[in-house]
């Protein structure tokens, strides 16, 4: 039997700028979600933690199978770090049940984390999520052994790099768009302890990312910047460079978040004047000395904004868009450069803004958002046309470099754009599941 469906419900985007309803599904099992998928009025679409941005996770007015209840770990063999799991089951509940260190200290860790922990096993397959390591790692998708995906026609097809090979490189980092992800086996990585030994270095200017971050190659295993992107002049591009690499040693577990924000203010305390005293005052006080090293847990570095509970609702009753970019190695310079301009001239600054390097491991996946070059990400409050039309200009800068927008992060992007920037994606089409959808698909105009 089906989980029975709720009559309806409301889901929002994690930014805040889409909120729309739904007819909502909640299996418990394996089962239950297929034989959901199976009696589900379409357009359907699966759902995990919903912190993507935008509408690559909705489905307005359209059926959504809630996943999160897919919870269970199924098998880890500690001797070569495989484990399998439900696609529902989150990164942090890996990373505390199965990521503890052993008697020598050193520890199995996941090889690729986004920014937050709350995200489950089938979104971060879903999205082909990458994190401060994509130099090294590559992305989430690299790593994934096999997966089990649930059609529509109600079959469950078992795929990875020798079965099904095609649809196992469409459904990593395919939307969601090929069925829904119900189990998968990931591959993790023998890291020396879960301390970090980080290093913050003063960027004077976007010069000195690319300098520091060639430096970096390397020898660390993490590395980003926050950028100031208020700052103009020969201070374009100032910010804080952080780096870290795995130290032997337990580090504390993962805890709540040690604040949260309650209810979402009628208006954002974080406005014009706001965010240009935090980002002088951050850059000032980190900036004080050239570098800092310290050892650190490491969700001190790789889950910042973890320790903040409901931050999104910071932003007030608009929300917020993020936009993320990539651009191309033979353009990152002028168009970093020219995006950081335009952003300085407007006013509308970010508090998040990072600046980081992608390497030259490929994905599996047709979709997937990485190319060799730089990639900013960067949060904007929602002040109605003005923002819409910034980040209109910015993705233009995009477009013209032979970049491209995620996904994961939009809820803006043109369909031209997304159809120039992911050059794979005729070979995807013919693998997506009949009758499923996505808010992102009918605006990109693939349905």
């Given amino acids: 039997m089906p989980a029975r469906p709720a009559r309806r419900?409301?889901?929002?985007?994690?930014g805040g700028t889409i909120r729309a309803r739904h007819e909502v599904y909640r299996p418990q099992t394996i089962v239950m979600a297929r034989a959901a998928l199976a009696a589900a009025t379409p357009p359907v679409l699966a759902y995990g933690c919903g912190r993507s941005y935008g509408d690559v996770c909705l489905?307005?007015?359209?059926?959504?199978?809630?996943?999160?209840?897919?919870?269970?770990?199924?098998?880890?063999?500690?001797?070569?770090?495989?484990?399998?799991?439900?696609?529902?089951?989150?990164?942090?509940?890996?990373?505390?049940?199965?990521?503890?260190?052993?008697?020598?200290g050193t520890a199995w860790f996941l090889p690729v984390l986004p920014g937050t922990r709350f995200v489950s096993v089938g979104g971060a397959i879903a999205n082909d999520v990458h994190g401060k390591n994509h130099r090294q790692r590559g992305c989430f998708g690299n790593h994934v052994l096999s997966l089990e995906v649930a059609r529509r026609d109600g079959s469950l097809a078992t795929c990875s790099r020798e079965q099904n090979q095609e649809l196992f490189a469409a459904t990593i980092g395919g939307l969601g768009l090929t069925g829904v992800i119900v189990t998968a086996r990931l591959q993790l990585q023998r890291v020396p302890g879960t301390w970090l030994e980080a290093e913050t270095v003063r960027l004077d200017n976007l010069t000195d990312f690319f300098a520091v971050s060639a430096e970096a190659d390397t020898a660390w295993d993490y590395a980003a910047a926050w950028i100031d992107c208020l700052a103009t002049g020969a201070a374009l591009g100032r910010g804080i460079y952080s780096q870290a690499r795995h130290q032997p040693g337990n580090a504390p577990p993962?805890?709540?978040?040690?604040?949260?924000?309650?209810?979402?203010?009628?208006?954002?305390?974080?406005?014009?004047?706001?965010?240009?005293?935090?980002?002088?005052?951050?850059?000032?006080?980190?900036g004080r000395r050239q570098r800092h090293r310290s050892i650190v847990p490491y969700q001190r570095v790789l889950f910042?904004?973890?320790?903040?509970?409901?931050?999104?609702?910071?932003?007030?009753?608009?929300?917020?868009?993020?936009?993320?970019?990539?651009?191309?190695?033979?353009?990152?310079?002028?168009?970093?450069?020219?995006?950081?301009?335009?952003?300085?001239?407007?006013?509308?600054?970010s508090m998040l803004a990072v600046l980081k390097r992608f390497g030259d491991t490929r994905s599996p996946g047709l979709l997937s958002f990485p190319m060799p070059g730089t990639t900013l990400a960067l949060d904007f409050p929602n002040r109605g046309p003005g923002t819409l039309n910034l980040l209109r200009r910015l993705e233009d800068i995009v477009v013209a470099a032979g970049g491209r927008l995620y996904p994961?992060?939009?809820?803006?992007?043109?369909?031209?754009?997304?159809?120039?920037?992911?050059?794979?994606?005729?070979?995807?089409?013919?693998?997506?599941?009949?009758?499923?959808?996505?808010?992102?698909?009918r605006r990109m105009g693939l349905a």
């Fill in 9 to 14: 419900g409301d889901y929002a985007a994690w």
């Fill in 59 to 104: 489905n307005p007015d359209g059926t959504l199978i809630d996943c999160r209840q897919l919870d269970r770990f199924i098998a880890f063999d500690a001797a070569t770090g495989i484990l399998a799991c439900e696609a529902g089951v989150q990164l942090g509940d890996i990373l505390r049940v199965v990521c503890r260190p052993d008697r020598d």
């Fill in 254 to 286: 993962l805890a709540p978040p040690k604040l949260t924000i309650p209810i979402t203010p009628p208006l954002s305390p974080l406005n014009r004047v706001s965010l240009r005293a935090f980002n002088s005052a951050y850059f000032h006080w980190h």
């Fill in 304 to 349: 910042p904004l973890d320790q903040l509970g409901g931050w999104n609702r910071l932003y007030g009753r608009q929300g917020f868009f993020q936009f993320q970019c990539v651009i191309p190695q033979d353009a990152e310079r002028e168009a970093i450069a020219d995006i950081l301009g335009d952003i300085a001239a407007s006013g509308d600054g």
């Fill in 408 to 441: 994961a992060k939009d809820a803006t992007m043109r369909a031209e754009t997304f159809r120039r920037g992911f050059h794979r994606l005729d070979e995807f089409l013919p693998h997506v599941d009949r009758g499923i959808s996505s808010g992102f698909v």
